[in-house]
Nanobody, 121 residues
Framework: QVQLVESGGGLVQPGGSLRLSCVASGRIFRFFAMGWYRQAPGKQRELVAVITRDDSTTYADFVKGRFTISRDNAKNTVYLQMNGLKSEDTAVYYC???????????????WGQGTQVTVSS
């Protein structure tokens, strides 16, 4: 079993910055990718950014140039640096991890509980 715990959300004014963190713990044999998704009220969950085990990154068009995903392998942690925040970035942000728990198990995608980001003046 793998647990993901997000932190770093909060209230910020438009144009401000936040850094989200997601720590993975439990039985982790191999990471394939970790990512951030978000879900605003009344909307579907959507991809924000993903980073793979070879550090390849993918971003949604609406965050390109403003958000940066990174990871610290030693700490099993993925970060999302969010700059130039807009009101439309308000959402619950979820971390996920595509991992293989042991050599003998298949890949599985785990999700965190989410952290609220509110952008408002």
């Amino acid at each position: 079993q793998v647990q993901l715990v997000e932190s770093g959300g909060g209230l910020v004014q438009p144009g401000g910055s936040l850094r989200l963190s997601c720590v993975a713990s439990g039985r982790i044999f191999r990471f394939f990718a970790m990512g951030w998704y978000r879900q605003a009220p009344g909307k579907q969950r959507e991809l924000v950014a993903v980073i793979t085990r070879d550090d390849s990154t993918t971003y949604a068009d609406f965050v390109k140039g403003r958000f940066t995903i990174s990871r610290d392998n030693a700490k099993n942690t993925v970060y999302l640096q969010m700059n130039g925040l807009k009101s439309e970035d308000t959402a619950v942000y979820y971390c996920n991890a595509d991992v293989q728990a042991t050599l003998f198990t298949t890949r599985y995608v785990y999700w965190g509980q989410g952290t609220q980001v509110t952008v408002s003046s």
